[in-house]
């Protein structure tokens, strides 16, 4: 070994590599191009042909698509029927947001910052355990807990409450949701409150700042991105459930989700469940935006 | 017709949607769209039928719904006959329609479709006609389900009447200490927030039946044949139920349980519950009132494009003889086409046959009427008719 530097011709596997260090263009858009052409096509493709069918109708005597374009089912969708669907399906999903945010902030509080190390695995691994059961099992399970004789009537009449009978109502469903979409909440806050450094509140003590006034101004503007980061799981997941209406809901339980499933599965009325489906979308959209704004993409 | 209106803004849309446009002409639904003829012509009622049945092909690709392809009598079949079954289950009517859209698109052979589908395939072309000189069980079948109106038309039989249920009215034998006759019971304030109906916009039908027999002025002959005011009044009687409603059901097992527990004490409900549920020893019983029922009645119906139909007609002959009959009776849990396979249906398990009303008269049966498609045109060419669609999304507003 005389030499340190070893003057070698470049092979070809090489001389790639060596053009695409240089180039950092290429690299990217070699990388990037799989990815975005798969995005592009897939998600945004169907997207675009989901918009595209609201637009056209089904002809009612032999059930065929009708390309021609129409505003037929924008106008059905903007009566009372549909309205009030809509309505509950939001009412429903700020509801369960609100009641999952209020359970999951001491909870996540208690987690992040009183919890033995020990402790703190244990909860978690509470919270995150009925995640690996089916969610079908989970709500089976909550109407054998909610039914007319069931567990928590039971359990109501053991403490001299009476029997209660809330099985197969909105309640139910509120209950169940609030149950399912819990963990997306607390992960999310206590990553939010594990970040708080002890000396701010520190100083809010040093300052002279009660318990809760440090809860009011300093924890929870700062877990509040968090708490939006969760928002958008339990929010968007609820919105756009179908199953829970379908097996706890009782009348006038119905979702966005159950009427565009009922449109593809029954009716065979595509362009209509299209026409459907872009509610979810936009109030997504609108509450994405608004979370953005917000500053709660930096939580997650 | 629904009235379109057209708008000035769809223009600028289309200009916009051009690039997606060119990627939906290339979806089949789209490339199919011209093929059906609206109106009241079947589109292959002149396609020949064979004269005999000839070698199997050595394949058969079925559409059927869950439990209708089961190994205890797809296995024999398959060695009889050397036609290896393929089955696709789909989950609803309107996935059975969508699979065989362009007559099975020459992959599939058979589809157990349901009253509800059969007059959509029919007139969609998706179906042929079937020589019943070749069904040599099809004499054994009840007369009514030979050549019912859901799956004949003109003399043309599109397919083998298989089995068939009732919607029979379920109650608590606690609550009612002798059967209801009418189904007064589900539309009366006495049983608020205990009554169940299956969510299904069918059940419109249901209603129509019901307002057939108590308000005869609205001359409703046909359930499935409503004009406007006939339907008006079927969905006003729906909503006046709504709030004596506790749950739409949406599958057997919950309304099971919705009795077991007694939330509910009376309901329209398949035969399938009540066995189950007096099976598990639930105060149950069933009837079907005076005012009649509706049904249900599934046919193995030929694709327009069958690849293999030696092998289809073999298994329509096969499925329609007593034995498989009573076999898929007993697991499915449903009443025979075929007559003779009561006797069976108590050897594989003891009363099922009177369980399934397999072995009741005439009279019976007549008080049946079978689901189909509602059409706008009537079927009888009047087209002052509601079509399914606009049933659905009544049946939306009565639901909430």
């Keep these: 070994m005389s030499t340190i530097r070893e003057e070698r011709p470049m092979g070809g596997m090489a001389r790639v590599s060596a053009a695409l260090w240089r180039r950092t263009w290429l690299r990217a858009s070699l990388t990037l191009t799989p990815p975005l052409a798969w995005f592009l096509v897939i998600y945004i493709a169907s997207l675009a042909l989901m918009l595209v069918t609201a637009f056209w109708t089904v002809n009612p005597f032999t059930n065929v698509l009708e390309h021609s374009w129409t505003f037929t089912n924008f106008d059905q969708l903007f009566t009372s029927t549909y309205l009030t669907i809509i309505a509950r399906t939001l009412e429903m999903a700020a509801l369960v947001t609100v009641t999952d945010a209020v359970i999951a902030l001491p909870f996540a509080y208690y987690m992040a910052r009183v919890a033995s190390p020990r402790g703190r695995q244990l909860l978690f691994t509470a919270v995150l355990l009925p995640l690996w059961a089916s969610y079908l099992a989970r709500v089976y399970a909550w109407i054998v807990i909610l039914q007319k004789g069931g567990t928590l009537s039971w359990a109501f009449q053991q403490v001299g409450l009476g029997p209660v009978n809330i099985g197969y109502t909105n309640t139910a469903m509120w209950l169940v949701f609030s149950y399912i979409w819990l963990p997306f909440m607390i992960v999310p806050v206590y990553g939010a409150l594990e970040r708080i450094p002890d000396s701010l509140l520190e100083a809010s003590g040093d300052l002279g700042a009660r318990a809760w006034r440090t809860a009011r101004s300093v924890i929870v503007p700062l877990a509040l991105p968090g708490i939006i980061a969760g928002s958008i799981f339990t929010f968007s997941l609820t919105l756009g459930d179908f199953i829970t209406p379908l097996l706890v809901g009782g009348t006038n339980s119905q979702f966005i989700g159950n009427v565009i499933y009922d449109n593809i599965g029954t009716a065979n009325n595509l362009p209509f469940a299209a026409t459907l489906s872009l509610v979810p979308i936009v109030i997504m959209g609108v509450y994405l935006l608004g979370a953005r704004a917000s500053g709660a993409f930096e939580a997650l | ?400």
């Design chain 2, 1 to 400: 017709m629904k009235p379109r209106r057209r708008h000035g803004a769809a223009g600028a849309l289309i200009a916009a949607a051009a690039v997606a446009m060119a990627v939906v002409s290339i979806i089949p639904s789209a490339a199919s769209a011209g093929r059906v003829a609206a109106g009241l012509s079947v589109p292959t009622a002149n396609l020949p039928v064979p004269s005999s049945i000839g070698k199997g092909e050595g394949k058969l690709n079925l559409i059927a719904w869950a439990g209708y392809a089961q190994p205890e009598w797809v296995k024999p079949f398959e060695k009889q006959t050397g036609c290896q079954v393929n089955a696709k289950y789909p989950n609803t009517s309107s996935d059975m329609v969508s699979l065989m859209a362009n007559g099975g698109g020459g992959q599939y052979d058979l589809v157990s479709a349901s009253g509800d589908a059969d007059l959509r395939l029919i007139y969609a072309g998706d179906v042929r006609p079937v020589n019943m000189a070749l069904i040599p069980s099809w004499k054994q079948l009840y007369p009514f389900l030979q050549s019912p109106s859901f799956n004949t038309i003109a003399g043309k039989h599109y397919g083998v009447s298989f089995e068939f249920g009732p919607n029979v009215l379920l109650y608590n034998t606690k609550t009612f200490k002798t059967a209801p006759t009418s189904w007064s019971v589900i539309y009366s304030n006495k049983y608020k927030g205990q009554v169940t109906v299956p969510d299904n916009p069918i059940q419109i039908a249901d209603a129509a039946l019901y307002l057939s027999k108590s308000q005869p002025k609205l001359g409703i002959t046909d359930p499935y044949e409503l004009t406007q005011p006939q339907f008006n009044a079927a969905v006003a009687l729906l909503k006046s139920e709504h709030p004596l409603i506790k749950k739409y059901w949406d599958a057997a097992s919950q309304e099971i349980s919705l009795f077991q527990s007694g939330t509910t004490v009376v309901g329209a409900a398949w035969p399938y519950q009540e066995t189950t549920l007096a099976a598990d020893k639930a105060p149950v019983a069933s009837t079907i009132p005076k005012e009649g029922a509706t049904g249900w009645a599934d046919t193995w119906m030929l694709a327009a494009k069958a690849p293999d139909p030696n092998c289809a007609y073999k298994w329509m002959a096969y499925m329609s003889t007593p034995q498989i009959q009573a076999e898929d009776a007993d697991s499915y849990g449903e009443t025979p086409a075929n007559t003779q396979a009561c006797a069976i249906m108590d050897k594989i398990a003891k009363g099922s046959c009177a369980g399934y009303h397999a072995n009741e008269p005439q009279s019976y049966f007549n008080t049946i009427k079978f689901w189909k498609t509602p059409l706008g045109t009537c079927d009888n060419g009047k087209n002052d008719c509601v079509p399914f669609q606009s049933w659905v999304t009544a049946w939306t507003q009565i639901i909430g």
